[in-house]
């Protein structure tokens, strides 16, 4: 019985220097990153202590030592990394961190975690979604809340987009509202309904755009745009002319040989690859490595 009045008195302390600092954060009083709230939260003790350290220190230093306490949670010291990368011949030994979300050890798992947490955890949405169904169940846990928060904030920046947009529908509006939807719409973030309804916005705003301007990086994304909704044929009315336009153009290509996969149409999908042949059309990497992989399930037929 003592141990639970212990546990829920320390709760309640924990849970009013929560309050505090986040009452200081509004106040702007604790310059910190609405994204230390999820560290505040979860970590007792430690999480509060932490982010007033790393505050008053940034204040009293300067931006200098602030970086440099960041840099100490990002990486370990030297014992743990245990190899030094004294040329660039040594890159290899380098660990991306999704491989290092499987197979560190516990302890270095949540180690990333806080470090992508203090930093820009914009920067690594991909490798936070993918930590959500990591087995460690802290590190998925601070996963989820990190990309909640991220989802939350990005939520609230499209709206204001869109009300600005609808308030005065100017051309710096409507650029700003449609590629930050894109951005939005590429991260992930919108599933189900939501993404669908907001593909179609995004497709219109690009029709917009494109009555405005007539830039080929524009006209890619509002195909591949209608191709994202479903109007396959509106798609490729598009794509067709951006061909007879700018033949030598890769992505263009690219864009037919995917519209062809949509409509399940193989005999296209072989005419298109036969064209890009034909044609030499320069390929990057990625896109040879696309191209190769339906060549040879065109071959496979």
């Given at each position: 019985?003592?141990?639970?009045?212990?546990?829920?008195?320390?709760?309640?302390?924990?849970?009013?220097?929560?309050?505090?600092?986040?009452?200081?954060?509004?106040?702007?009083?604790?310059?910190?990153?609405?994204?230390?709230?999820?560290?505040?939260?979860?970590?007792?003790?430690?999480?509060?202590?932490?982010?007033?350290?790393?505050?008053?220190?940034?204040?009293?230093?300067?931006?200098?030592?602030?970086?440099?306490?960041?840099?100490?949670?990002?990486?370990?010291?030297?014992?743990?990394?245990?190899?030094?990368?004294?040329?660039?011949?040594?890159?290899?030994?380098?660990?991306?961190?999704?491989?290092?979300?499987?197979?560190?050890?516990?302890?270095?798992?949540?180690?990333?975690?806080?470090?992508?947490?203090?930093?820009?955890?914009?920067?690594?949405?991909?490798?936070?979604?993918?930590?959500?169904?990591?087995?460690?169940?802290?590190?998925a846990h601070y996963a989820a809340t990190a990309v909640v928060q991220i989802s939350k904030e990005s939520d609230l920046?499209?709206?204001?987009?869109?009300?600005?947009?609808?308030?005065?529908?100017?051309?710096?509006?409507?650029?700003?509202?449609?590629?930050?939807?894109?951005?939005?719409?590429?991260?992930?973030?919108?599933?189900?309904?939501?993404?669908?309804?907001?593909?179609?916005?995004?497709?219109?705003?690009?029709?917009?755009?494109?009555?405005?301007?007539?830039?080929?990086?524009?006209r890619i994304r509002y195909a591949t745009a209608l191709a994202d909704v479903g109007q396959i044929d509106e798609a490729?009315?598009?794509?067709?002319?951006?061909?007879?336009?700018?033949?030598?153009?890769?992505?263009?290509?690219?864009?037919?040989?995917?519209?062809?996969?949509?409509?399940?149409?193989?005999?296209?999908?072989?005419?298109?690859?036969?064209?890009?042949?034909?044609?030499?059309?320069?390929?990057?990497?990625?896109?040879?490595?696309?191209?190769?992989?339906?060549?040879?399930?065109?071959?496979?037929?």
């Open positions: 019985m003592i141990s639970l009045v212990v546990a829920a008195v320390l709760l309640l302390i924990h849970a009013l220097v929560c309050l505090v600092l986040w009452t200081l954060m509004k106040l702007g009083l604790l310059p910190v990153r609405g994204h230390m709230l999820a560290v505040i939260v979860l970590v007792p003790l430690w999480g509060p202590l932490l982010v007033v350290l790393l505050s008053v220190r940034g204040t009293a230093f300067g931006e200098g030592l602030k970086e440099s306490a960041l840099e100490s949670l990002r990486f370990n010291d030297d014992l743990h990394r245990s190899m030094s990368v004294p040329s660039g011949e040594d890159d290899a030994g380098v660990v991306p961190l999704e491989e290092a979300l499987i197979i560190n050890d516990p302890a270095e798992r949540r180690r990333l975690m806080l470090s992508m947490l203090t930093e820009e955890p914009d920067a690594y949405l991909a490798q936070l979604q993918a930590a959500k169904l990591n087995d460690d169940v802290e590190v920046k499209l709206q204001q987009l869109e009300r600005a947009f609808k308030t005065d529908p100017s051309a710096q509006n409507l650029n700003e509202y449609c590629d930050f939807l894109g951005e939005y719409l590429g991260s992930g973030l919108a599933e189900g309904r939501v993404a669908q309804i907001q593909r179609q916005q995004y497709a219109r705003l690009l029709a917009r755009r494109c009555e405005r301007e007539d830039a080929l990086e524009l490729q009315a598009v794509t067709d002319q951006l061909v007879l336009d700018v033949p030598e153009e890769q992505e263009v290509w690219m864009l037919c040989l995917r519209l062809a996969v949509k409509r399940r149409d193989g005999d296209e999908v072989h005419r298109v690859i036969d064209a890009i042949d034909k044609q030499h059309v320069y390929l990057s990497a990625a896109n040879r490595e696309e191209l190769a992989f339906w060549r040879n399930g065109e071959e496979a037929r």
